[in-house]
């Protein structure tokens, strides 16, 4: 069974910086998708960044330009760079993958607050 473990979530003032991470184990060699995903109180999840084995990455149109998604397959980690933040990027992050077989598996979320 795979597990995914996030880390890097925290308080930050508008315009600051955080960097989250997501440490994969289990059967990561079937991973073909990873990415991220968050929910705001009372939202829906929705994508953030998605990024391929290969390293093919997707952005919400809310983050382009101000978030970066990178992975590192050797180390079964990806990682989400957050500069310029807003308070609207307040919300629990989700690591988020799937395999080739269509499973997907989540983390348990970490939360990052944005305050002006």
């Known amino acids: 069974q795979a597990q995914l473990v996030e880390s890097g979530g925290g308080s930050v003032l508008v315009g600051g910086s955080l960097r989250l991470s997501c440490v994969a184990s289990?059967?990561?060699?079937?991973?073909?998708?990873m990415g991220w995903y968050r929910q705001a109180p009372g939202q829906q999840r929705d994508m953030v960044a998605t990024i391929s084995r290969g390293g093919m990455s997707n952005y919400a149109n809310s983050v382009k330009g101000r978030f970066t998604i990178s992975r590192d397959n050797v180390k079964n980690t990806v990682y989400l760079q957050m500069n310029s933040l807003k308070p609207e990027d307040t919300a629990v992050y989700y690591c988020?993958?799937?395999?080739?077989?269509?499973?997907?598996?989540w983390g348990q979320g970490t939360q990052v607050t944005v305050s002006s």
């Open positions: 289990g059967p990561t060699s079937t991973f073909d998708l």
């Open positions: 988020w993958s799937r395999a080739y077989t269509a499973n997907v598996y």
